[in-house]
């Protein structure tokens, strides 16, 4: 059964990189890349606080840096102990897929998938009875983990993992900040 799971996720692969239009490399590439959403960190940044005030507001910051950092530290863990190649790495698919990236790291789970689903996540969950459009900050870790596969460096099983994970550290340090934030309410 694992080995036919492993199978149907490394065809999935293979077929979705496939799907890629070298038009659109330069799109994909940007968007795989941090850097590329500062601009919506900051936007974030600024509504947490907008809407949270001083020191509630630090509290919900402090608490998404958190939420970050430890999804950040499982992650790399996580790759070192299951030690599984890219698929960038993997001499089989060298005639097969695109390849636009070309990262050494192991790829099981995805860091873009755990940060982006942790962030995207508690952001929304700390601001949705702010304001309703907040749930459309979820096209970024969309997008974000679709990156990684058009650019060759992570299987789809990585990017559900990992979306899992960052999705269930965020609810865990959600609730945490909830029971800190009514402190302030007493």
Not at 63 to 91: G, M, W, Y
Not at 100 to 127: D, K, M, R
Request: aromatic content about 22%; charged content about 15%; overall charge positive.
């Amino acid at each position: 059964m694992w080995e036919t799971l492993k199978v149907w996720d490394r065809e999935l692969f293979v077929f979705l990189n496939s799907l890629g239009i070298e038009q659109f490399d330069g799109f994909w590439i940007f968007i795989t890349k941090i850097e590329s959403w500062i601009p919506l960190f900051i936007f974030l940044t600024f509504l947490v606080f907008y809407y949270y005030k001083r020191r509630k507001g630090a509290v919900v910051f402090g608490f998404v840096l958190l939420t970050f950092f430890i999804t950040l530290f499982l992650t790399d863990a996580t790759k070192e102990f299951v030690s599984r190649l890219r698929p960038n790495n993997v001499e089989a698919f060298s005639e097969l897929i695109r390849i636009l990236q070309t990262p050494t790291s192991y790829s099981f789970f995805s860091g873009h998938a755990s940060s982006g689903f942790a962030i995207t996540t508690f952001v929304v969950l700390a601001l949705r009875n702010y304001n309703k459009w907040i749930y459309l900050t979820f096209l970024w870790p969309i997008l974000f983990v679709l990156s990684r596969i058009y650019v060759g460096v992570h299987y789809p099983s990585d990017i559900l993992v990992g979306a899992l994970v960052g999705t269930t550290i965020a609810f865990l340090f959600y609730a945490l900040c909830k029971q800190i934030l009514k402190r302030f309410d007493g």
